[in-house]
């Protein structure tokens, strides 16, 4: 294509930009937290040429790496590169677009037959004073922390068998191991999946393969003090499908969802498997627990089909993105039982966020962005999923009480990054950006920070970003200690 689409992956947020940039001494209003040092990474989608499908989607862009570093001094910087990923620097030289269908090589240009289709554009990681960028079709990309600029493909070392890593690893609070998956792990389509283990210092010290119930959409896992657990949703992918030139997803709304549960450091032979509900989907878990008893708890944001269009569509399932019904919802289990146990905990959303500490243990609070139901114009089109959030909810998960901070009309937010405060008692701060048209296809944007025991009161200060952005998906906070270390190492 000579330009982009005019679907709502290309226009309005989705816009794309295409542009590096270094943005120096922030405007602030309000008093920036002085627990605040440190970096908000995010990873932004942006595709550097139009792409070779019409139909092409959002999160198939370009990975770019940004920063948004509140310094010692005080003052704020913002920074963005692109990830220079094989597929990155093969269209740039091109000067146009090589690569086809969203996880589908059978569509490429022959030209680049056999280079990492990657784009690294998901989630940036910070462990063990490395960063990563991550996104689930390959292994991450490390990046430089200060420059910005691109290491290369992360294979801990060469002992990563895998090809692929998730997006979403969880690091335990206690013992600073970074646990993590790939799936796909040996080839398209493939049932194989890599359970991985790095130990505080980030050297790869587990990697065990098992088969999953069938390909399917394994976008995050979670862990709990004693087990990890593989959700498995029925969004699959078919090899023959493939190399027709087909989509890789297609929701599959009769067959069942799976959980997979094994101790944390056990053999992935005493994996038990658990079946779900047919149809649902999820793609991001807000946390899981063990109770008293022994019976694991994963609270995650389950719709009734998968929430993405481009997904959608091809599967023949014709439901508008406002009319899918879903929710925060609990599921309980016995971990080598066979049912599940469904309890609602709060309405609709997704892009959820706990407090660190509290990984893979029983919590008191979480956040997540929702829509604001008293909202009487539709929301920003843009985003992954094409329809922006506008509300920010706060939620204690044990007494159920919920508290919202809502935008009002024309306004978008993004998921947030949780902030310790050194204070003793203090819940600590989150830190997101807002979205704000201005014209018909004009925006303005500010990094907003509210205190997380107190969302409605809105933010106690506000970063003004004079530039076009584009949105991210998800984000990570380095506090400027950790940074240190990692630049003097």
């Excluded at 929701?251 to 038990?272: A, C, F, N, Q, T």
């Excluded at 509210?450 to 003004?464: F, H, L, Q, R, T």
Aim: proline letters at 8%; one cysteine or more.
């Amino acid at each position: 294509m000579q330009e982009f689409p005019k679907t709502v992956d290309f226009i309005f947020l989705n816009t794309p930009i295409g542009e590096e940039y270094s943005l120096k001494g922030l405007e602030v209003e309000g008093e920036i937290p002085a627990d605040m040092r440190g970096a908000f990474f995010r990873a932004v989608p942006d595709p550097a040429f139009p792409p070779l499908y019409e139909d092409d989607t959002a999160i198939s862009g370009d990975g770019m790496i940004s920063r948004l570093w509140f310094k010692k001094d005080g003052t704020v910087d913002f920074d963005i590169k692109y990830v220079q990923t094989p597929r990155h620097k093969a269209e740039v030289k091109a000067g146009k677009a090589l690569f086809g269908r969203y996880r589908n090589p059978y569509t490429d240009d022959p030209s680049v037959k056999g280079v990492d289709r990657t784009v690294s554009n998901t989630t940036p990681i910070w462990h063990a004073g490395k960063l990563l960028m991550a996104k689930e079709d390959g292994r991450a990309h490390r990046i430089d922390p200060i420059t910005l600029e691109t290491i290369g493909s992360y294979d801990f070392g060469g002992k990563l068998k895998s090809e692929t890593m998730t997006a979403h690893a969880r690091v335990d609070p206690e013992t600073g191991e970074l646990f993590f998956f790939g799936y796909e792990a040996d080839g398209l389509a493939s049932t194989k999946v890599a359970y991985c283990i790095a130990d505080k210092n980030g050297e790869l010290i587990s990697e065990q393969w098992f088969d999953a119930p069938y390909c399917g959409l394994m976008h995050d896992f979670v862990i709990t003090e004693n087990y990890a657990i593989f959700p498995v949703f029925p969004t699959t992918a078919d090899l023959a499908r493939l190399k027709d030139g087909g989509v890789h997803w297609v929701h599959e709304p009769d067959l069942e969802s799976w959980i997979g549960v094994m101790p944390r450091y056990g053999d992935v032979k005493e994996m038990h498997w658990i079946k779900g509900p047919k149809g649902v989907s999820v793609f991001h878990f807000m946390n899981c627990f063990e109770d008293e008893d022994g019976r694991i708890h994963l609270d995650q944001h389950l719709t009734e089909t998968n929430a993405f269009e481009f997904i959608r569509r091809p599967s023949g399932i014709d439901v508008p993105q406002s009319e899918i019904k879903g929710g925060l919802v609990r599921w309980s289990f016995d971990p080598k039982g066979d049912e599940i146990t469904e309890t609602p905990l709060g309405p609709p959303g997704d892009l959820c966020r706990i407090r660190d500490a509290d990984q893979g243990r029983p919590y008191n609070q979480g956040w997540y962005l929702s829509m604001n139901p008293e909202m009487k114009s539709p929301p920003l089109l843009g985003g992954p999923v094409g329809a922006a959030f506008n509300a920010l909810i706060s939620i204690n998960p044990q007494t159920g009480a919920i508290e919202m901070l809502p935008l009002p009309p024309g306004h978008a937010i993004s998921e947030p990054a949780h902030i310790v405060s050194s204070e003793e008692g203090h819940p600590g701060w989150l830190l997101f950006i807002i979205d704000r048209q201005t014209g018909e296809n004009d925006f303005e944007h500010e990094a907003w920070i509210v205190n997380a025991g107190d969302i409605e009161k809105g933010p106690v200060a506000k970063v003004k970003i004079p530039h076009r952005l584009r949105p991210q998906v998800h984000g990570w906070w380095a506090p400027q200690d950790q940074l240190d270390k990692a630049a003097a190492a």
